[in-house]
């Protein structure tokens, strides 16, 4: 697993390679939009417990 940075809008973001697939890390992605962490956690979470 290895992590880069790549600019996005003005911004850098994180990707972090894991199995060939690309992550983006949404805690710093939600804190760059200006939301709360706790409320967008608890959706997050609410949308993956119906996959």
Known sequence: ?????VPFH????YVVNHNGEPYVPMKPVVAGMGLAWQSQLA???SVLRQL
């Open 43 to 45: 959706k997050l979470s």
């Open 1 to 5: 697993m290895n992590m880069m940075t």
């Open 10 to 13: 003005g911004n850098s973001l």
